[in-house]
């Protein structure tokens, strides 16, 4: 593994069902986060972690949730999907939250939920 | 609230000059990012900005006014590569990136 990476590439899923969004990062950045990008719009960020154990809410919470059980893994859980989720979610890791640190993004999940 | 206006498409020449303006109203600031990003892929980090003037690293400069809330991208001697958005973010008092959403840029031969 180098970087980050997200799976699955793309996913189609009935609305009601639950879907996790699995995020690996090798870098052993502390901060990761969720951000999801809708045309039109800028990235909107859903969840982030400044450290493992630790997660906070962003711009778009509400339907999704988030854990950090160590500093590799974060995955994004949307436990009832709706149609408005449909989306690109990226997954991004940095090290650390402070200004300056550029995030580093992993290629993506196109999620389409009918 | 917040916010980063940034023009929505732009097209330029091959081999020629292309400005990108990004103005931003956010709660605090603790730099200005941007990133590219081509179509279907993820975003990758050009440059970062958090002092008055303009950063140059190649063929890509940025410069950045905080007392006008205004950066720019400037990109030279275009290559039909350089077609892709540009997505100009903003960190926030409280640390968060808070993202424009982009400029596409259409390079024609």
């Known amino acids: 593994i180098a970087g980050i990476t997200q799976a699955p590439t793309s996913q189609i899923l009935a609305a009601g069902r639950r879907m996790t969004l699995r995020c690996t990062q090798d870098m052993r950045h502390n901060a990761m986060y969720w951000y999801r990008q809708d045309l039109g719009l800028g990235l909107r960020l859903i969840h982030y972690s400044n450290t493992a154990g630790t997660t906070g809410k962003g711009e778009v919470p509400d339907g999704y949730s988030v854990s950090r059980a160590n500093t590799d893994d974060f995955p994004l859980t949307l436990a009832s999907a709706v149609p408005s989720q449909t989306s690109v979610y990226f997954c991004a890791s940095s090290d650390g939250g402070l200004a300056g640190n550029e995030q580093f993004f992993g290629p993506g999940t196109r999620l389409t939920v009918l | 609230g917040q916010n980063i206006d940034q023009p929505t498409e732009m097209t330029a020449t091959e081999g020629a000059i292309v400005q990108i303006n990004c103005t931003y109203q956010?709660?605090?600031?603790?730099?200005l990012f941007w990133y590219q990003q081509h179509a279907g892929e993820a975003p990758t980090f050009l440059s970062y900005n958090v002092l008055d003037g303009l950063e140059e690293k190649g063929r890509f400069s940025s410069f950045l006014s905080r007392s006008k809330g205004y950066s720019y991208l400037l990109l030279k001697e275009l290559q039909m590569k350089d077609s892709a958005s540009y997505l100009c973010?903003?960190?926030?008092?409280?640390?968060?990136?808070?993202w424009g959403a982009g400029t596409k840029l259409i390079i024609k031969p």
């Open positions: 956010t709660s605090g600031f603790n730099g």
């Open positions: 973010a903003v960190t926030d008092s409280n640390y968060q990136l808070i």
